[in-house]
C-alpha cells in the first residue's frame, strides 16, 4: 500500500512496507508506513522536515498518524538509549532505580541539557518500572538489531 502524497504532509523518502518490520506488530499493525517528508504545519518561506507513522484502518488512513519533527525523533531515540543504558545496571537498586536521585542523566543539548529521570510523580512507579524493565527485556532482540543498525549507518556517516 503506498502513502498518499496528496495529504498536508508531502513525503519526501518512503518506507511503504512499515507493516512488515514493526516489530513484534509486523504483519497485523495499522503502521502502514513511515516517511520523512515536508511538514503539514510549514508556513509560507518556512520549510520543516518531519518524520510520519502512516496509519490505515482498512478503510483509510487514520487521523492518528503521528508526524514528528525530526529533532524530536532523534531526541526520542536520545531518551530510549538512556534508558537501555539504566536498566542495563537497575539491578544494582532494590526498586530498579534510586528513590534519593531518580534523575538518571542529564544530556546536554543546544546549551541546556535534556534531564533524564524515574517518573516519580506515577503512584504505581514502583509497579510499572518493574514491568517496563521486563518489557526492555522481552523486546531485547528488536531493540538490539535496530540499535546495531543505526550503529552501522552513524559510524559510516562519520559519528
Avoid at 503521528?66 to 536498566?87: C, K, N, Q, Y
Amino acid at each position: 500500500m503506498k502513502i498518499p502524497t496528496t495529504l498536508k504532509h508531502k513525503p519526501v523518502i518512503v518506507s511503504d512496507n512499515y507493516e512488515n518490520v514493526d516489530g513484534r506488530y509486523a504483519g497485523h499493525t495499522d503502521a502502514k508506513g513511515l516517511s520523512l517528508g515536508l511538514a503539514q504545519w510549514n508556513d509560507r518561506g518556512k520549510v520543516d522536515i518531519s518524520a510520519k507513522v502512516w496509519r490505515y484502518t482498512g478503510e483509510k488512513w487514520s487521523r492518528q498518524s503521528e508526524e514528528l519533527p525530526l529533532h524530536r525523533v532523534l531526541d526520542l531515540a536520545i531518551l530510549v538509549a538512556s534508558s537501555l543504558g539504566h536498566f542495563r545496571e537497575a539491578y544494582r537498586y532494590e526498586e530498579l532505580y534510586d528513590p534519593d536521585n531518580p534523575v538518571l542523566e542529564r544530556i546536554g543539548l543546544q546549551g541546556d541539557a535534556m534531564t533524564v529521570a524515574v517518573c516519580t510523580d506515577n503512584e504505581r512507579i514502583r509497579e510499572d518500572i518493574k514491568l517496563f524493565g521486563a518489557a526492555l527485556e522481552g523486546d531485547g532482540e528488536l531493540i538490539g538489531e535496530r540499535l546495531q543498525t543505526l550503529s552501522r549507518i552513524l559510524k559510516e556517516m562519520g559519528y
